[in-house]
């Protein structure tokens, strides 16, 4: 079993994002760094050969509804600044209208997209994660691309018709979420595990 630093520096990013396509940039180091204390708990019985990176979304998915929850009994403040949003884990910190627009799906639709399309966890387990079936989660993920699609053309509208054979079709803005796309990732600095809570990775450079 590999150094839980080393599952860290693995996975961390993606879990980040994870947490911010879910929860929002507010909550989501709160949620990460959650997970990651929970994880380092229970990583010397995790079973040899499973799945790390399903295993951490599950911790992460479970973090999510504590902090969903949490929130629901806090005050809602007034005549007070709203706190400002963090762009770590953030893959690209100029997708507002992307993020903004997960942010509006349903719970379930938000999650099986974020599972599936930014971890790029298979529908399977998806569904063990969501406590549904396969073909649930199927549809609730195609579901959110469908209403994602919808938003963002509601905004940005991407005009095709008459366009010269030499210009190549826009590119899916809802691609951005692809767990394979190089959207600049996070980096992490590597220390030995101990009992202070994980950092969340800084956002790296795009260039």
């Known amino acids: 079993m590999q150094p839980f630093e ?17 929860l929002g940039p507010v ?3 709160d949620a990460w760094s959650e997970t ?22 599950t911790i992460a998915h479970r973090k999510a509804i504590d902090v969903t929850r ?19 884990g953030d893959p690209e910190a100029t997708d507002h209208d992307l993020w903004a627009a997960l942010a509006l799906l349903p719970a379930t639709q938000r999650q099986a997209v974020a599972y599936h399309h930014v971890v790029g966890l298979p529908y399977k387990e998806v569904a063990e ?11 609730a993920a195609a579901d959110g691309i469908k209403t994602l699609r919808r938003r963002l ?3 940005h509208p991407l005009v095709e018709e ?6 190549s079709k826009p590119r899916d803005p ?9 959207i600049g990732s996070p980096g992490f600095e590597t220390r030995a595990p101990s009992s202070r809570a994980p950092q969340p990775p800084e956002r790296t450079s795009l260039a």
Request: aromatic share 4%; proline share 6%.
């Open 129 to 139: 994660i969501l406590g549904g079936t396969t073909d649930a989660a199927r549809r």
């Open 70 to 88: 949490a929130r629901a009994r806090l005050p809602i403040p007034v005549d007070a600044l709203p706190e400002r949003a963090a762009t770590r």
């Open 36 to 57: 990651f204390l929970a994880a380092l708990r229970a990583y010397p019985a995790l079973a040899e050969g499973a799945n790390v990176e399903a295993w951490l979304v």
């Open 162 to 167: 008459r366009a010269p054979a030499s210009v």
């Open 27 to 29: 909550d989501a180091d």
């Open 6 to 22: 080393r599952v860290v520096a693995e996975h961390g990013a993606t879990v980040l994002r994870v947490c911010r396509a879910v």
């Open 174 to 182: 809802t691609s951005r979420l692809d767990h394979s796309s190089e």
């Open 153 to 155: 053309a509601e905004t």
